[in-house]
């Protein structure tokens, strides 16, 4: 069974930067695309950043998305953190092997001051 462990979450002035983790139990070449949601009580689960096997990537602005291969990996660099970027962020990836969805548990970001 692939699991997805998030990491880097925490409290975060304004105007800072965070780095999430994602680490996968297997290798992550067989994980394609992976990415990163965030989610909001109350609100849908928006898309933030996704990056595919090959390296393409859809991302813009603040974010950055990233894979190590070598560690199993994938990252999402958030710089110049504002309050509304406060949401539980989810790693995700679909393990090519079954097609099927896999989820992380998620790590909480909070921006204030």
């Known amino acids: 069974q692939v699991q997805l462990v998030e990491s880097g979450g925490g409290l975060v002035q304004p105007g800072g930067s965070l780095r999430l983790s994602c680490a996968a139990s297997?290798?992550?070449?067989?994980?394609?695309?992976m990415g990163w949601y965030r989610q909001v009580p109350g609100k849908q689960r928006e898309l933030v950043a996704q990056?595919?096997?090959r390296g393409s990537t859809n991302y813009a602005g603040r974010f950055t998305v990233s894979r190590d291969n070598a560690k199993n990996t994938v990252y999402l660099q958030i710089d110049s953190l504002k309050p509304e970027d406060t949401a539980v962020y989810y790693c995700y990836a679909r393990y090519l092997l079954t097609m099927q969805n896999v989820w992380g548990q998620g790590t909480q970001v909070t921006v204030s001051s």
């Open positions: 297997i290798s992550i070449s067989s994980l394609s695309p």
């Open positions: 990056i595919t096997d």
